[in-house]
T-cell receptor
Framework: KQEVTQIPAALSVPEGENLVLNCSFT??????LQWFRQDPGKGLTSLLL?????REQTSGRLNASLDKSSGRSTLYIAASQPGDSATYLC?????????????FGGGTRVLVKP | DAGVTQSPTHLIKTRGQQVTLRCSPI?????VSWYQQVLGQGPQFIFQ???????GRGNFPDRFSARQFPNYSSELNVNALLLGDSALYLC?????????????FGPGTRLTVL
């Protein structure tokens, strides 16, 4: 059974500092890994999706890496801003033909202080 | 193009009642998945439907049921509501049912059970 863990559960940083968010998973047989942002009481906003054949994906200030062999992904947010305050969730996709069930981590709640 | 839409946005019910939540996928998407997100936790997989057939079911009691219509929209039904069913219910759509396609999430329905 796939288990996804995000540590720490909460993080507080001053504005301008780089953010490093961690995601670990127990079964390396994944197809994709996706990072989401969730604002309080809202739905999920997709940030980056890394396919299993890729090692990283970048979009603006965001960079996500994937190491399947060690069961880890890291999301980097450069030069954090107060608007980056949110909960960040990672989710892994099962292998092909195993359906569409995403397994999510518990999330890391981020506060960027001005 | 419209994204995934869900209705209603918010819902308040009392214990023992029944509720129906609705989801319309992105045009052309044939797979719909449902997730439950309890406050402070990551989303948990409930169901996946593809081409009107159930393709996956999470660890939820039989009080939870779903169906998909010919236009690929979907309904999630929960009977005999319990306080613990209070959560944000998220719907996600994708092109295919095999996990190959990226999943896109709707804004969710916030269910409160009193």
């Amino acid at each position: 059974k796939q288990e996804v863990t995000q540590i720490p559960a909460a993080l507080s940083v001053p504005e301008g500092e780089n953010l490093v968010l961690n995601c670990s998973f127990t079964d390396s047989a994944i197809y994709n890994l996706q990072w989401f942002r969730q604002d309080p009481g809202k739905g999920l906003t997709s940030l980056l999706l890394i396919q299993s054949s890729q090692r990283e994906q970048t979009s603006g200030r965001l960079n996500a890496s994937l190491d399947k062999s060690s069961g880890r992904s890291t999301l980097y947010i450069a030069a954090s801003q107060p608007g980056d305050s949110a909960t960040y969730l990672c989710a892994v996709y099962p292998p092909l033909a195993a359906g569409n069930k995403l397994t999510f981590g518990g999330g890391t709640r981020v506060l960027v202080k001005p | 193009d419209a994204g995934v839409t869900q209705s209603p946005t918010h819902l308040i019910k009392t214990r023992g009642q029944q509720v129906t939540l609705r989801c319309s996928p992105i045009s052309g998407h044939k797979s719909v998945s449902w997730y439950q997100q309890v406050l402070g936790q990551g989303p948990q997989f409930i169901f996946q439907y593809y081409e009107k057939e159930e393709r996956g079911r999470g660890n939820f009691p039989d009080r939870f049921s779903a169906r998909q219509f010919p236009n690929y929209s979907s309904e999630l039904n929960v009977n005999a509501l319990l306080l613990g069913d209070s959560a944000l219910y998220l719907c996600a759509s994708s092109l295919g049912g095999s996990g190959r396609g990226r999943q896109f999430f709707g804004p969710g329905t916030r269910l409160t059970v009193l």
